[in-house]
């Protein structure tokens, strides 16, 4: 029996009108039942994801900033930050890149010095608490994560200025306008087992969704792992199952035909 749901919100719960469908909420209700617990694995942060469900924020579990924060009936249960000297050292090749622009990701608000609307119109679609700041390094707050809003391209462009600092952190791709720089041992896949070992839930009795590079990891932990039809094909050799893709309702069908 199932009792962990791990669904990625953007490319997979999300269609790409950035819409949930009508369908999950009564579909919500039925896991609720059945006390199957429904959590959003995401790249997204915490008080963006909570804005999104808002009405049903205490019913589901928040694996937010790419698993670096986690929230479980308005209780923090997991935060890995990465620490000031890290971030200085990150930011300083950050400058040298062109077309890009840096968020502090943070558990009061994220952080940016972007001040050009095109960078400002992408960040606010994930980032509900976005503060613009003169100085990145000058930020007071739990720091969790860097992302890297690059309208080139993040895996053409960003990613090959951090490709080799793999052995000290960890660099993904997140989105083809997206790069995420976290603590080496920072990933979905780490928080998801970090939940399973607390709730006392097994790797057969979970089920995960998504689409994109963050989240590898992730896949690992459930035997129902589910690549997203216009998933990265590296994922869908990673994945168990092939979901219908997020713009057919993928997550709510793979979800009525396995679960309900």
Do not use: P
Not at 4 to 29: Q, R, S
């Amino acid at each position: 029996m199932i009792k962990l749901i791990v669904a990625d919100m953007d490319g997979t719960l999300l269609n790409d009108k950035n819409e949930i469908n009508e369908e999950f909420w009564e579909i919500h209700k039925k896991l609720k039942e059945k006390g199957v617990i429904f959590a959003v694995g995401s790249g997204r942060q915490y008080h963006n994801l909570k804005k999104r469900f808002f009405s049903i924020k205490d019913d589901m579990l928040f694996i937010a900033e790419n698993g670096t924060y986690v929230v479980y009936h308005d209780k923090e249960l997991y935060i890995n930050t990465i620490s000031k000297d890290d971030i200085k050292e990150i930011l300083i090749i950050a400058r040298k890149i062109k077309n890009c622009q840096v968020i502090l990701c943070g558990k009061n608000s994220a952080y940016t010095e972007a001040k050009e609307e095109k960078f400002l119109v992408e960040m606010r679609k994930y980032y509900s608490e976005l503060k613009q700041v003169e100085k990145l390094e000058e930020v007071e707050d739990d720091i969790m994560k860097l992302a890297f809003c690059d309208l080139s391209g993040s895996e053409e462009n960003s990613f090959n200025y951090y490709k080799d600092f793999d052995s000290k952190f960890k660099v993904v791709v997140s989105g083809k306008l997206w790069l995420d720089i976290m603590k080496a041992d920072a990933n979905k896949g780490t928080a998801v087992e970090m939940v399973q070992k607390k709730l006392g839930i097994s790797y057969e009795e979970t089920m995960v969704f998504g689409d994109y590079l963050n989240d590898l990891e992730m896949m690992s932990t459930g035997k129902y792992s589910f690549a997203m039809a216009n998933a990265h094909e590296i994922l869908k050799k990673n994945s168990n199952y092939i979901a219908q893709s997020n713009n057919d309702n993928g997550v709510v069908k793979a979800i009525k035909k396995y679960v309900l």
